[in-house]
T-cell receptor, first 111, second 116 residues
């Protein structure tokens, strides 16, 4: 089966950069995504990257894609307490009709 | 926010009883999905629908059935609930399903189900 792996926890100090890593499995994935889940809520799309790109920057967010190693990362610059949440990476599967989500990384931002 | 509602938001039931969760959308999106979220497993796809009366299984479909008789409603049924089905259930919708287009999914607020 498909397995998208992430580390479960990350703790950073406010103002530092956070880097959340993900290893995916489907080399044919068209898009790779980062979703954010705040406590008690559903997931919301944070950013995404098309598979023919290596990097995408969106304000404080930088997504890096290493297709050779099937590794995706999300860097959050100047991390704030409002960034505390669970972050999920996801890849397109099933011909693009489905997403396979990682296990999620809980980011805790300390003052 | 995408117009997705789930009902009920919380439910406690007993082992062996049937349970139906409802997802309702006002976006007229073609694709609808049911996931369950459990610690250490992330989100796992239960079933999805690619149109009215068109559904398919996900990776954890055993013990669950779905129905979609209208574009806006996608029902998830646990025929005989078990304690292993205690979880948070999320519905999601997507306009394109992915592939050539972006395939972004919009999520509902979730239903917390406890099976005693």
């Amino acid at each position: 089966g498909e397995d998208v792996e992430q580390s479960l926890f990350l703790s950073v100090r406010e103002g530092d950069s956070s880097v959340i890593n993900c290893t995916y499995t489907d080399s044919s994935s068209t898009y790779l995504y980062w979703y954010k889940q705040e406590p008690g809520a559903g997931l919301q799309l944070l950013t995404y990257i098309f598979s023919n790109m290596d990097m995408k920057q969106d304000q404080r967010l930088t997504v890096l894609l290493n297709k050779k190693d099937k590794h995706l990362s999300l860097r959050i610059a100047d991390t704030q307490t409002g960034d505390s949440a669970i972050y999920f990476c996801a890849e397109t599967t099933g011909g693009g009709n489905k997403l396979t989500f990682g296990t999620g990384t809980q980011l805790k931002v300390e003052l | 926010d995408a117009g997705i509602t789930q009902s009920p938001r919380h439910k406690v039931t007993e082992t062996g009883t049937p349970v139906t969760l409802r997802c309702h959308q006002t976006e007229n999106h073609r694709y609808m999905y049911w996931y369950r979220q459990d610690p250490g497993h992330g989100l796992r796809l239960i079933h999805y629908s690619y149109g009215v009366k068109d559904t398919d299984k996900g990776e954890v479909s055993d013990g669950y059935s779905v129905s979609r008789s209208k574009t806006e409603d996608f029902l998830l049924t646990l025929e005989s609930a078990t304690s292993s089905q205690t979880s948070v259930y999320f519905c999601a919708i997507s306009e394109s399903g992915g592939g050539r287009a972006r395939g972004e999914q919009f999520f509902g607020p979730g239903t917390r189900l406890t099976v005693l």
